[in-house]
């Protein structure tokens, strides 16, 4: 998924590497720079329903959409499709949930990597989840957790990013960008941020994932038709919704809680 920061044009919830000069071979013949990727993966990545443009190769695998990390692992699986449509203009999940059960609590940890000041702004978005009453609620700890908010590599083109949940967990790391955000932002700004990659980290999609356009600005961007990652949460619009927490792109310094449609889509889901 790919956030802007309106004013720095950084991508808000992506995750992105400059590119490099040298280059290898791989897949026979084929040659590409370090940091780009082949056919075959950009092939697998559009049949998972996600855009390939500006997918990049990162550490923790691919990076793609501006914000979500995609392993080997999610390239080569094999989902059931049957329930899957293409995205208009409502709320989505992905194919992958946190197992919940008759309710679980994530612990959430941030690292010493970031300031002390995020640490009031994890305790918003975890408060945020909690006052709603799901099966699904969030802890913070300072060992033995879920999801570790930690510092994103110097020189990143995004403000935060994370991946979706496997086997039945929550995917297990937030990485930040405190070089775009800033060592002392406003709390509920960054708890925006946090939250709405937490909700990838328990499987949903951006909301405007039928038009990206709609919240960053620029061309008019929709992936098409999907095998994978976009399932449409029932009782959300039909119409585009301006104030979800899960929008692809945030102006700086903005605030959004969960709006009714978010309600709807997190109590469906948890």
């Excluded at 975890?126 to 799901?134: P, S, W």
């Excluded at 990838?200 to 994932?209: L, S």
């Excluded at 976009?230 to 979800?244: E, H, Q, R």
Aim: charged share 20%; hydrophobic share 35%; glycine share 10%.
């Amino acid at each position: 998924m790919k956030i802007q920061n309106y004013l720095s044009s950084l991508t808000l919830f992506a995750c992105s590497v400059l590119a490099l000069s040298s280059c290898q071979k791989e897949d026979g013949n084929q040659v590409v720079a370090k940091d780009e990727i082949s056919a075959e993966v950009k092939s697998k990545i559009q049949d998972l329903g996600l855009s390939t443009q500006n997918a990049k190769r990162v550490e923790d695998g691919y990076l793609v959409e501006g914000d979500i990390i995609l392993s080997d692992a999610d390239l080569n699986s094999k989902p059931d499709y049957k329930m899957l449509r293409v995205g208009e203009e409502e709320q989505y999940r992905t194919n992958n949930l946190v197992s919940v059960g008759s309710g679980r609590t994530i612990g959430i940890a941030v690292s010493t990597s970031l300031p002390s000041t995020y640490v009031a702004a994890v305790d918003e978005a975890i408060r945020r989840y909690n006052a709603e009453g799901l099966l699904i609620r969030f802890q913070r700890v300072s060992s033995n957790y879920g999801i570790l908010m930690t510092a994103a590599p110097s020189g990143s083109e995004y403000l935060a990013s994370a991946g979706f949940p496997s086997g039945g967990n929550a995917y297990n790391r937030v990485q930040v960008n405190v070089g775009a955000i800033g060592s002392s932002p406003n709390t509920n700004y960054l708890a925006t941020i946090l939250a709405h990659e937490v909700g990838h980290c328990i499987g949903f999609r951006h909301t405007d994932y039928m038009d990206r356009s709609y919240s960053c600005g620029g061309q008019y961007t929709n992936e098409g038709a999907s095998t994978v990652g976009a399932i449409l949460i029932p009782g959300t619009p039909s119409g585009a919704d301006p104030n979800s927490w899960m929008l692809a792109c945030i102006g700086t310094g903005s605030n959004r809680y969960f709006n009714a449609n978010d309600r709807t889509a997190l109590r469906y889901l948890y």
